[in-house]
């Protein structure tokens, strides 16, 4: 078998891209939303995101990989990052205020810092994760 000139040009190049996409495709694990954890990542002055998230949600799936980048970022190494299942815990949901999944939390320690709901943008999901730098 015989490759040309131009399958190994088309293979090189879909490597190139294969391997590029390999540093900045990894998820960052968010953490199940506990109270205690809560608590004490507050405690510890922490920056804090909650993420009110739902499987079946569109814009919940377009927001993860957004965070998912954004949280890979020196400057969110810090970052603690709580998932509240938006339909198995509707008490931690209704404590935060939250209406609908998709809701982004920020808190700085203790205090909130921001909130914003069913953004996709992400230059806005970054502004909200520097309020709680």
Partial sequence: MTFSRRFFATAAVA???AVAGLGTAFAVDATPYSDAAFKAAQTAGQPILIEIHAGWC???KAQKPIIDKLAAAP???DLKI???DFDDQKPVVKGFGAQMQSTLIVFKGATEAG???GDTKEASIAAL???SL
Avoid: E, G, I
Wanted: with cysteine; aromatic share 16%; hydrophobic share 40%.
């Fill in 115 to 117: 909130r914003s709901v």
């Fill in 129 to 131: 994760l520097d309020k």
């Fill in 82 to 84: 709580f998932r509240v």
């Fill in 75 to 77: 400057k969110f190494k």
């Fill in 15 to 17: 490597a190139t891209f």
């Fill in 58 to 60: 569109p814009t919940c």
